[in-house]
């Protein structure tokens, strides 16, 4: 059943800033700017459409005299230095404005810039841009943001995700102006979602709640429930799907539809899309081969790499995240070179203790198994079969270390003791989670956590008084199935938890 809002009685006038994007801005932005032309009769709305396709679909479903402002983003970050012109920014003048000491680490978000698709499959690890391009970019995203400020003046921004270099400037440039921005991003808790404040998943009404001592007793028999399923069952979260338990075969069928994909922007006249993030693929049909030929290739080769035995006992768990990706690269860009990061980890751990790594069982076929060769053959590593169902690991560890992903609050739920490396910041208020940043601290950490077992009455209060208000605060939906899946379901729920955000901030 939709619960609807009713309009709202606000006397503030809001100017409310949506960016657009993708295949979330087609499915979510719209119905957003829907209900708020409703419900929110006297708002001014300013949008910023991210890639030709979602461009196409807003101006098809919104006259632009009713948008207040309007940018079609792609074209300032593939021709940064064009629409830079003679305008003159001292980086030290950026920084200040944004109240950052260094812009590399928000780079790392800007995955075709920082990453080269073109050289290799799936991406590699050289820039696909200058240094001095890299920084006319950020110059250029400066550029738009005192155009929207100046122009707009929003007091309201919200952003689908922090994947972006120019998402997490529109955020500090919120924070700046003291402008509510909000992200949604998903809970640990399977089914829930949230809208948070910071690229590290901080400052939401659930940790806000949780840091004061709230509670919702009222939802203390569903949170147990959940709890003694997931100890009983384990509770599979939303992004590992994949199935790949079978060797894949180059097929005639494929290689038809390959070449008709290859056919189809030139048939139809499709204008060939320009700068850094051009569809690299449909217009550039060597690509589309060496991408078909290499996924499969990388994938049946991992499946035939001779793995190590997990050992039965004294070894610390460290899961590899997908990448690129927010969790790595936004959440814990100090750490995005994970086979250092596993080296240091092996090299920290005390007496007989090894580190065992396995690879994201999504990133099959997507990483080169070079790469997954080079992490074996780091001293005092297991490199263990990624089919290996992660309670199975859990039940046998002494501990984790991680970047960050669902396999921290999992280690909540089975009291392990874990070192998060990475800032996701709903991990920091459980007793067994300890951020770490400095190397050199993990041996003495480790001497002092290993072997303990965290759990009883107290404990387990603690992670039901979290759960509950999830539940109670949260947003309970499929959106991760609807948006990365394109499957059906209720939008409202979504809509109602922004409304929420809308009248806490006083509109």
């Known amino acids: ?64 005299s009713s948008i207040s402002y309007y940018k079609y983003f792609d074209d300032i970050r593939d021709f940064s230095e064009e629409y830079l012109g003679d305008s003159e920014y001292s980086l030290e003048e950026i920084l200040q404005f944004f109240g950052v000491d260094t812009v590399w680490p928000l780079l790392q978000a800007t995955r075709n ?14 820039p696909a841009l200058t240094d001095d391009e890299l920084i006319k970019t950020i110059k250029a995203y400066y550029k738009l943001i005192v155009d929207i400020d100046k122009k707009f003046k929003p007091n309201f921004i919200l952003l689908p995700n922090p994947v972006e270099t120019f998402n997490i400037l529109l955020q500090l440039y919120g924070e700046r102006k003291g402008i509510p921005v909000r ?3 998903l809970t640990p808790v399977k089914g829930f979602y949230q809208y948070v404040k910071t690229k590290d998943y901080g400052g939401g009404v659930i940790e ?12 203390h028999k569903k949170a147990e429930n959940y709890i003694r399923k997931f100890r009983n069952e384990f509770i599979v979260p939303e992004c590992a799907y994949h199935d790949s338990s079978d060797f894949l075969r180059y097929r005639i069928i494929d290689i038809l539809k390959l070449m008709a994909k290859m056919l189809r922007a030139p048939l139809l006249k499709q204008k060939r899309p320009k700068g850094i993030h051009k569809d ?8 589309l081969l060496r991408d078909y030929i290499l996924k499969i290739r990388y994938h049946n080769e991992v499946k035939r790499m001779e793995y190590d035995q997990m050992p039965s006992e004294k070894f610390v768990y460290f899961p590899l995240q997908m990448q690129p990706e927010l969790a790595i690269d936004v959440l814990a860009p100090y750490f995005n070179n994970q086979i250092e990061a596993a080296r240091l980890a092996a090299m920290s751990l005390p007496g007989e203790y090894t580190l065992v790594v396995k690879d994201h069982p999504i990133m099959v076929g997507l990483r080169d198994p070079k790469y997954l060769q080079k992490i074996q053959s780091l001293p005092n590593v ?46 920091f208020m459980f007793e067994n989670v300890h951020h770490v940043t400095d190397y050199t601290k993990l ?24 759960i509950s208000l999830v539940m109670k605060y949260g947003v309970e939906t499929n959106y991760y199935e609807m948006w990365e899946r394109d499957m059906e379901g209720d939008l409202f729920p979504m809509w109602n938890g922004l409304k929420r955000e809308l009248d806490n901030s006083g509109y």
């Open 113 to 126: 810039h920082i990453k080269d698709y073109k050289r290799k499959y799936n991406y590699s690890f050289y």
């Open 208 to 219: 806000e709640k949780f840091n004061k001592g709230d509670d919702c007793h009222e939802y």
């Open 183 to 185: 992200y949604v991003c």
């Open 443 to 466: 041996t003495q950490l480790w001497r002092k956590i290993l072997g303990l077992q965290f759990g009883g009455t107290e404990y387990d209060k603690h992670i039901v008084r979290y």
């Open 382 to 427: 297991k490199l263990v079969n990624y089919n290996i169902k992660t309670p199975e690991i859990l039940s046998n560890c002494d501990a984790v270390i991680a970047t960050t992903g669902s396999t921290v609050f999992e280690t909540t739920l089975l009291g392990i003791p874990c070192v998060q490396l990475g800032n996701m910041q709903t991990s």
């Open 1 to 64: 059943m939709r619960d609807l809002v009713l309009e709202s009685n606000s006397e503030n006038s809001l100017r409310f800033l949506l960016l657009y994007q993708r295949r979330w801005g087609m499915k979510f932005g719209q119905f957003y700017i829907d209900n708020l032309k409703k419900q929110y009769k006297k708002s001014e709305i300013g949008v910023i459409t991210v890639k030709q396709e979602a461009d196409n679909y807003f101006k098809n479903n919104n006259e632009l």
């Open 280 to 287: 690299h693929v449909v217009f550039y049909p060597r690509l």
